[in-house]
T-cell receptor, first 110, second 114 residues
Framework: DTGVSQDPRHKITKRGQNVTFRCDPI?????LYWYRQTLGQGPEFLTY????????KSRLLSDRFSAERPKGSFSTLEIQRTEQGDSAMYLCASPTDEQFFGPGTRLTVL | AQSVTQPDIHITVSEGASLELRCNYSYGATPYLFWYVQSPGQGLQLLLKYFSGDTLVQGIKGFEAEFKRSQSSFNLRKPSVHWSDAAEYFCAVAGGNTGNQFYFGTGTSLTVIP
């Protein structure tokens, strides 16, 4: 257990629905990352927060994706109008000089 | 731009045999390098990391890796593989300040046969 938690662990949704995932990082860590991992691939960077500020966003993060970290603690990742191509594992990481990963949320879009 | 290449998609070794997983990186400055392991249904676990100093780094579970700047490589090794080592292994590189993006390779899947 790295101390990073994610909820839910699994989410099945129908295409076109909105979904929201939550990440609770290690409490004293002020940085937080979101990654996406598809089958047979390594994690791909989505976005990065320093406290409540979203400092970087990957071009993978289309306008259907939005992430927030309102109080610099937990973060949410929302996907609107889900598509089948959004099916993946969504990972949250809370780094110091290494990335401490949460268990991930596996999204299946039917 | 930073990138990581893991040339071997899948490797099969016999239990007790030695193991080497290859990783090549592309980065202009001194890289921060990592190896992670992911077992089925489990999260990513750090095996070892290299920031500076001794180019041979020791990690958990008997793994080690050697940083070779001239070859832009950071290969992972284990002298004797156990069946429980069967998993997906990812090499990653981070920026010099360790605060920005981590770039992961596509992973190497390890199968261990009795």
């Amino acid at each position: 257990d790295t101390g990073v938690s994610q909820d839910p662990r699994h989410k099945i949704t129908k295409r076109g629905q909105n979904v929201t995932f939550r990440c609770d990082p290690i409490s004293e860590h002020n940085r937080l990352y979101w990654y996406r991992q598809t089958l047979g691939q390594g994690p791909e960077f989505l976005t990065y927060f320093q406290n409540e500020a979203q400092l970087e966003k990957s071009r993978l993060l289309s306008d259907r994706f939005s992430a927030e970290r309102p109080k610099g603690s937990f973060s949410t990742l929302e996907i609107q109008r889900t598509e089948q191509g959004d099916s993946a594992m969504y990972l949250c990481a809370s780094p110091t000089d290494e990335q401490f990963f949460g268990p991930g949320t596996r999204l299946t879009v039917l | 731009a930073q990138s990581v290449t893991q040339p071997d998609i899948h490797i099969t070794v016999s239990e007790g045999a030695s193991l080497e997983l290859r990783c090549n990186y592309s980065y202009g400055a001194t890289p921060y390098l990592f190896w992670y392991v992911q077992s089925p249904g489990q999260g990513l676990q750090l095996l070892l990391k290299y920031f500076s100093g001794d180019t041979l780094v020791q990690g958990i579970k008997g793994f080690e890796a050697e940083f070779k700047r001239s070859q832009s490589s950071f290969n992972l090794r284990k002298p004797s593989v156990h069946w429980s080592d069967a998993a997906e292994y990812f090499c990653a590189v981070a920026g010099g300040n360790t605060g920005n993006q981590f770039y992961f390779g596509t992973g190497t899947s390890l199968t261990v046969i009795p």
